[in-house]
């Protein structure tokens, strides 16, 4: 049964940081590019970061480059997102996401299994 598994998530300060993982079972982690998409209260799905299967490329909203950064264990089957320097409006819920392809885009349309999710939250 293919399984995506966030955590990591919680409140933050402006200016603060969190680190999310995403742990992948049940199919071939390895082989599969992964994503960050967000949705914020009351708007649409935002893609937000992605990583290439070998973790060698990897892609950024603009909104978030500089800020974060999104890194891959394949022996560990996960994926993790590093955000720093956060600021009310990446406050969002969090989801991880299969592509069906080897390299990330920002096309939902080529994601075929999601996470639940982890809700951040940055606030003073």
């Known amino acids: 049964q293919m399984k995506l598994v966030e955590s990591g998530g919680g409140l933050a300060q402006p200016g603060g940081s969190l680190r999310l993982s995403c742990a992948g079972s049940g199919f071939t982690f390895s082989r599969y590019a992964i994503s960050w998409i967000r949705q914020a209260p009351g708007k649409g799905l935002e893609w937000v970061a992605g990583?290439?299967?070998?973790?060698?490329?990897?892609y950024f909203t603009d909104s978030v480059k500089g800020r974060f950064t999104i890194s891959r264990d394949n022996a560990k089957n996960t994926v993790a997102l590093q955000m720093t320097n956060l600021t009310p409006e990446d406050t969002a819920h969090y989801s991880c996401?299969?592509?069906?392809?080897?390299?990330?885009?920002?096309?939902?349309?080529?994601?075929?299994?999601w996470g639940q999710g982890t809700q951040v939250t940055v606030s003073s």
């Open positions: 990583i290439s299967t070998d973790g060698r490329d990897t």
């Open positions: 996401a299969k592509s069906i392809l080897h390299i990330a885009t920002m096309n939902l349309r080529e994601y075929d299994y």
